[in-house]
């Protein structure tokens, strides 16, 4: 299984813009499609975003769509979350989760459609 590891939280102004970086360790990454989700206090874990092996195929969750983009460099074994515009409501710690997969589905949304997920970073979007 590849080993995954979240960064780029921290505390920003509503408006305001972060990247998140999901680092992972292994030779095969390009063999994951690794996906986005964010858990807020009190709530469950919630679908964000996700992007198949080569890169070339995204889906949001529409409460993102327009805000947030996702990338890969399958050279780096790294995957981007792109956060613009961001509101109060986006608050939460957010997981990259990586899954072996042929390609992303209608099933990408959910968690058990990934095998290994981050530790979490958390953004505090202020008001």
């Known amino acids: 299984q590849v080993q995954l590891v979240e960064s780029g939280g921290g505390l920003v102004q509503a408006g305001g813009s972060l990247r998140l970086s999901c680092a992972a360790s292994?030779?095969?990454?390009?063999?994951?499609?690794i996906g986005w989700f964010r858990q807020a206090p009190g709530k469950e874990r919630e679908f964000v975003a996700t992007?198949?092996?080569?890169?070339?195929?995204?889906y949001y969750a529409d409460s993102v769509k327009g805000r947030f983009t996702t990338s890969r460099d399958n050279a780096k074994n790294t995957v981007y979350l792109q956060m613009n515009s961001l509101k109060p409501e986006d608050t939460a710690v957010y997981y990259c989760a990586a899954g072996q997969r042929t390609t992303i589905t209608s099933d990408s949304t959910s968690p058990r459609y990934y095998d290994s997920w981050g530790q979490g970073t958390q953004v505090t979007v202020s008001s």
């Open positions: 292994g030779r095969t990454f390009s063999s994951y499609v």
């Open positions: 992007i198949n092996r080569s890169g070339s195929s995204t």
